[in-house]
């Protein structure tokens, strides 16, 4: 193994742990300079170490496509990361806060695909690939200390991917400038537009093709891309049902608490 395939591997397994015993790491851009392509290369070695353990790839999500949540941050990049079936929590189900360490949640729009989504193809061929959309909450949880990163760490950190939760699947509509709201126990905790997410969460489609086309993934029927937070990601609070609306589309909810397995 040579010096950088040594120095990847080393960092998704100290992602990955700090993952699984919910502790947070220093960020590695302390030390060293993560520069784009080995951090996609850290993102990847660490999938592989999920997926060793049984989870299976479920698709992608974009990050940073809105303006709230580069600001927020402070990255003004999108960034792919990947999904696995172990992340995802059912509709109205609990998710364990318990596990995570600093979680977040923001609302999304989420796409279903049913064909492949071919990079450079046409926005009616990738549209034409999907076959529902749904609105979804993503629980972000940075695996870095104080929830702090730049560019290349938080692409290591698989975009700081952790559970998501996507709507009753419904068929594929317009989207442009729908209200979005997030809700804690009923309680209004921001709001925004789908036109926060690349002007149209539509153009996020051309985006993830592109972005997997470059990193060699792809992305085809089954696979669920989540477009991006139309507002900045809110702390996930320690019990209370969130919810997701995406007017004209049905909301979404999750239950957080703790000590429950995820999906239950
Ligand atoms: C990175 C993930 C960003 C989004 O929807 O913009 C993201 C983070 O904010 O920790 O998922
Ligand atoms: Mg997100």
Redesign the pocket.
């Known amino acids: 193994m040579t010096a950088r395939a040594q120095q990847i591997e080393t960092l998704a397994q100290v992602l990955d742990d700090a993952a699984r015993q919910a502790r947070p790491v220093p960020q590695p851009s302390g030390s060293m300079t993560l520069d784009l392509a080995s951090a996609y290369a850290v993102q990847a070695a660490l999938l592989a170490r999920r997926h060793a353990r049984g989870e299976t790839p479920a698709g992608v999500?974009?990050?940073?496509?809105?303006r709230a949540?580069?600001e927020?941050?402070g990255?003004h990049e999108v960034?792919l990361?990947r999904l696995t079936d172990a992340m995802q929590v059912a509709d109205g189900g609990v998710l364990d806060r318990s596990a995570l360490i600093h979680p977040?949640v923001?609302p999304?729009v989420a796409f279903l695909l049913g064909a492949e989504l071919v990079p450079g193809a046409e926005p009616d061929a990738l549209a034409a690939a999907v076959a529902s959309v749904a609105s979804a909450l993503?629980v972000?949880d940075?695996r870095y200390t104080d929830?702090r990163?730049r560019l290349g760490d938080?692409v290591a950190?698989n975009?700081?991917?952790a559970a998501y939760v996507i709507g009753p699947w419904q068929d594929p509509c317009d989207l442009v400038d729908r209200d979005v709201r997030l809700e804690v126990d009923g309680e209004l905790v921001d709001t925004g537009s789908t036109t926060a997410i690349l002007g149209d969460p539509w153009n996020a489609l051309a985006e993830a093709a592109r972005m997997a086309g470059r990193l060699g993934l792809r992305l085809g029927a089954g696979d669920v891309l989540?477009?991006?937070?139309a507002t900045a990601?809110a702390p996930l609070p320690g019990s209370g049902l969130v919810t997701g609306v995406v007017h004209g589309l049905a909301q979404v909810t999750v239950r957080v608490g703790s000590g429950r397995p995820r999906g239950a």
């Open positions: 999500k974009l990050g940073f496509t809105s949540k580069a927020q941050m990255v960034i990361g977040r923001e999304e993503e972000i940075s929830f990163f938080v950190d975009t700081s991917a989540l477009a991006g937070a990601a």
